[in-house]
């Protein structure tokens, strides 16, 4: 069965920095495409940034460009998302999803349960 699971998740000051990471089960992070997607209070779930399968081709919502960054480490079968000059606006639950191969516009049939980024001022 492939699962994902986020931890990183944290309360963080405006401007500070924060790491993500997703850990994938079940199946080979090398033939999976990869996805951080945020949900904010009272608004749908966005994406943020994505991996292909083959980790040749990134992509990131224009609101994180340049401060957020993902990676992954394919020994160890966990996603990365880096996240730079945090602003108020970062402040939402945080899920990674996965799907067999493909690329960045999905669909994405796994997904994890969230982990929780609070930005404050």
């Known amino acids: 069965q492939v699962q994902v699971v986020e931890s990183g998740g944290d309360l963080v000051q405006a401007g500070g920095s924060l790491t993500l990471s997703c850990t994938l089960s079940g199946a080979a992070m090398a033939y999976y495409v990869m996805g951080w997607f945020r949900q904010a209070p009272g608004k749908e779930r966005e994406s943020v940034s994505c991996i292909n399968w083959n980790g040749e081709k990134t992509d990131y919502a224009d609101s994180v460009k340049g401060r957020f960054t993902i990676s992954r480490n394919i020994a160890k079968n966990t996603l990365y998302l880096q996240m730079n000059s945090l602003t108020l606006e970062a402040t939402a639950m945080y899920y990674c999803?996965?799907?067999?191969?493909?690329?960045?516009?999905?669909?994405?049939?796994?997904w994890g349960q969230g982990t929780q980024v609070t930005v404050s001022s």
């Open positions: 999803a996965t799907e067999a191969g493909g690329g960045c516009r999905g669909p994405f049939g796994t």
